[in-house]
């Protein structure tokens, strides 16, 4: 047995490729760029939404048989070579902007999610089997974790100096995030050889298709676990389509509206944005952390409805207050402190209430699920955003509140016909 104080160097390593992968500074301005340079309507972001998650799920499918083939370094080495593809793309896109062009980065992005999606964690879970570390996986896991939060803080950070610096060209943002997507890739060549084992892996399609099939019946027979899937599934749809449109909700309210004199009202804008964005992350890293105190003092089914209600009514209150800058960034912090707080719980409920067997594809079809359900939400959100961003919150509120009315009618329903 060893301890992760032997192995400081890769532990460092496994920290920063968290840091420097979240170094994303075009993050807190993708909207407006697709806005003001792409001069796409929200209707046409939506659509690009839409393409990125078919591609993520499409490509997702055979991703793990790819790791055991050509070794999980291999494919990381691949994700990160995509995404530096993406963002070239995009660089391209701000100085010739047309929808074909973000077409083809979206998609580009999509491969890059689709290639990541879980392989860091697995090489980390590999590494300290093989080293025999004696910390608990999800301590290790954790500290690498928050390395991820910092950088995620950082980029807000430093989003806003780089785009005051550029003047508002947001293409620059996509150039800046090739350098850390870069010392990214450069840094896993230098992981373990180990962590590149190849085995004799093929891609059965019939068998996928069928153990897909006999996952699916089971989730979906099996009442309780069929409602925790598509509760947690819509919901973090729901929330993942409005979540951007923070960004012309700040552009709209902070019209007129200065702050820091000495910069003009544009670059005002974007300062508010990316401090918002900077204080959003903090706090959820925060939630997350003490999600799990929650546990043992709240009713957990009970906590995970009155999320739906929390949501709804912070949504209504921003379709009525879209004009006010404050208003907006109270309730995107309530929203993501709520979200924060709902998942590990949602995630734990899921497992309860799921044969030991069926608890990886349980939580699997949960996340195809939504991505399917943003395929389908982002499009729609995109139209209405388009006509008024106050209808849609408005309409977004009020379906979050309908629908918590809902579920606890049925569960009370459902609980009296046991007790009878």
Known sequence: MSS???HKGQMLKFGMYGFLKNLRFFEPFLILFFLEVGDLNLFQVGVLISIREIIIYIVEIPSGVIADMYGKKTQLVMCFLFYIASFTVFFFGGIYPSFLIFILAMGLFGFGEAFRSG???AMIMQFLDVEEIEEPKSEVYGKTRSMSLVGSTVMS???VLLILWVKGEYQYLFLVAIIPYTLDLLMIITYPKY???????QFKLKQFLVENWLSLKYVFKK???RNFVLDASSFQAGFKSIKDYIQPLVVTASMGFILFSQLDTEENEKVYIGAIYAVIYIISAIASRNAFKLESKVNKVKAINLAWLFMGAVSLILGFFTNSILVIFIAFIVMYIVLNLRRPIMVQEIGDVTEEGRRASALSIQAQLTSLLLVIFAPIIGLIADYSLKLLFILVGATMIIIYFVTEITRRN?????EA
């Open 223 to 225: 009442k309780k676990v």
């Open 119 to 121: 392989t860091h964690k």
């Open 414 to 418: 459902f609980k009296q016909n046991q």
């Open 195 to 201: 962590m590149n084992q190849k085995k004799e892996s």
């Open 157 to 159: 950070v430093i989003s």
């Open 4 to 6: 992760i104080n032997q």
